[in-house]
């Protein structure tokens, strides 16, 4: 392994380590009850373990999408770092997605307003990440979307979120809901 491999090798394992410690640090600030879980109702189980199993079919079809585009000697303008994670951006999404519009995403002990706060930093962050990237022109790399790109997808991703919880509570709070 090349010195040069070894060094991106342990700057993404540091990346995805100070994501997990931030994730569980927002979690405690974000729960009314400052823990770590967020708690559901069993309606909200049966309907998350639905958004799971949608989310795990989104990412086995996109990677099966990926796989037929290999086989055909088609390249997705993604760097391989991009390109796997591209995969869970789409089960994420899907599950996200499903949660949200089947009423299933709050916990009952989620501080909704800390949590949107949370989703607006996160994404501020990342896109600066993405941005500072593209001015230093490393977001794109030989044509392809670089491993910075992760950071752009993860942008997007909370962005998708906050706009599809926005959508979500204009529906609860028009007229046809009641």
């Not at 109702?41 to 998350?48: G, K, N, P, S, Y």
């Not at 951006?89 to 909704?112: E, K, P, Q, S």
């Not at 030989?142 to 997007?156: E, F, M, P, Q, R």
Request: with cysteine.
């Amino acid at each position: 392994m090349s010195a040069y491999n070894f060094g991106k090798m342990t700057g993404i394992l540091t990346g995805v380590v100070i994501g997990l410690v931030v994730l569980a640090v927002i979690f405690v600030i974000c729960n009314k009850n400052r823990k770590l879980k967020t708690e559901y109702d069993e309606r909200q189980q049966i309907l998350r373990g639905n958004g799971y199993r949608f989310g795990f079919y989104a990412m086995t079809v996109w990677a099966g999408i990926q796989i037929l585009l290999a086989a055909m000697d088609i390249e997705l303008p993604l760097q391989p770092v991009t390109q796997a994670f591209s995969c869970i951006f789409v089960g994420v999404l899907a599950d996200v997605l499903y949660c949200i519009f089947h009423d299933a995403y709050w916990g009952l002990n989620n501080n909704r307003k800390r949590y949107m706060i949370a989703f607006l930093i996160i994404a501020a962050l990342n896109f600066a990440i993405a941005f500072g990237a593209y001015k230093s022109g490393n977001l794109i790399v030989d044509g392809k979307l670089g491993a910075v790109g992760t950071n752009l997808l993860c942008a997007i991703l909370f962005l998708l979120t906050g706009v599809a919880l926005i959508i979500q509570q204009i529906r609860e709070k028009s007229p046809e809901k009641e």
